[in-house]
Structure formats: C-alpha cells, structure tokens
C-alpha cells in the first residue's frame, strides 16, 4: 500500500471549518483513500472514503486532486468534540490489503 | 445496536505473566482483526480471522503472540512471558465481510485494552 504523509498537528477554532491535508503521491490507480479518526481513549472510527471523485458524507466531505497524489478531509463546522488524531490511509479495495496507520494529525479544536 | 467491547478495559501484570485479551466484535460480522498502539504511534496490524481461522498473521512481533477465534465470533489474544515492551493499548476491530469484501468493508473498532508490564 502506498504511504501517506499528514502534518503532526493543526488547529481550529470552533465553528470554522478544518480542513487537513494528506499525501499520497505514490498512490497507485487501484487504491482508495481513506479517513479515520481517534478520539483520546477510543478506538479509531471510520470517516469516509473515496477513490477519485470528492465525497461527501454526515461527517465530513473527501476533496481528492485530479492526480490523486494528495487530498483533504473537510470538517465544515468544527467542533470541540471533533479534537481526535486523523489517519489518512491508503489501501486496494479489491483483494486483500489491511489498514496501515501512520501516526496521523493531531487536530486541536479551541472555544 | 452494541459495538466492539474489549475486556478488561486496563489489564497490569508482572513481567513474565501470562495475560488474555478478550475481544467480543459486533454480532454477525465475519472478519475480526488485532491491532497493537504504542504510546504516540497509530495502531499496527497484529492479525486478522476470517471465521475462525487466522487468514494473516504476519503482524504477531513473536510467538509469544497468539490469538484464537474458536467459535468464529469472540477472540482471545493470549501473550505469554510479557515483557515491558509489551506494554500497550491493544485494540480488536470487525467488519461485516473482510478486507476483500471490497471498499465498503468498514472496520469497526473497540475501545481497547490498556496493557501494562510492569
């Protein structure tokens, strides 16, 4: 699977949107993105994913370059109960391919 | 409806003890995974059932690692001779087909077990 790189830490203050970065420039054609998050204490949750077109869910909306080499998960309203590390991960969807985590973004939401 | 449920949500023990990690994962899901967190680092593949047999368990550090899945449903992921650099969170996740069950196929995590060797 194709590794990712995520900035360690951002900020966000309430109410604004989060947008957090990732790449992927060695993805290959097959491979899909895709966004957990972990809440201090808790296993990681599934965010959403997507393979090349931009995606859009209750929780948050996928934003994949026409390259594919990087994208950005949206979080348009942020609040202080969105502070959690977020994975980007990549990985086929077809056949086997487990998840691979890096150490992701620690994302702080302030008042 | 109920989700992953991990016990003993903290577990401390001696170095060189024996300890059991149980895994219960959301009911009718086929596929069962263990993963391993250290202190700073994302969680890192240990294995995964298909059923009740361990499809891949190229993650395991050693075989001091094991884990079963006798009835296909809960797991028990067993270290023998601990070691304080078996000090972790140990996380059990499940889906509903399995990593080849196409891009769907949600892993759905538990709150983990908190393992301390002292």
Known sequence: ????????????AEGRAANLPCNHSTISGNEYVY???????????????GLKNNETNEMASLIITEDR????????????????????IVRVAQGYSTLTFGKGTMLLVSP | GA??????????????????????????????YWYRQSLG???????????????????LPNDRFFAVRPEGSVSTLKIQRTERGDSAVYLCASSLKGPSGGETDTQYFGPGTRLTVL
Not at chain 2, 4 to 13: D, F, I, Y
Not at chain 2, 41 to 59: K, N, R, W
Request: aromatic share 10%; glycine share 8%.
């Open chain 1, 35 to 49: 966004w957990y998050r972990q809440i201090h204490s808790q296993g990681p949750q599934y965010i959403i994913h």
């Open chain 2, 41 to 59: 680092q994302g969680p890192e593949f240990l294995i995964y059932f298909q059923g009740t047999g361990a499809a891949d368990d190229s993650g």
């Open chain 1, 69 to 88: 080499k990087s994208s950005t998960l949206i979080l348009p309203h942020a609040t202080l109960r969105d502070t959690a590390v977020y994975y980007c």
């Open chain 1, 1 to 12: 699977d194709a590794k990712t790189t995520q900035p360690p830490s951002m900020d966000c």
């Open chain 2, 3 to 32: 989700g992953v449920s991990q016990t003993p949500s903290n577990k401390v023990t001696e170095k060189g003890k024996y300890v059991e990690l149980r895994c219960d994962p959301i009911s009718g899901h086929t596929a069962l």
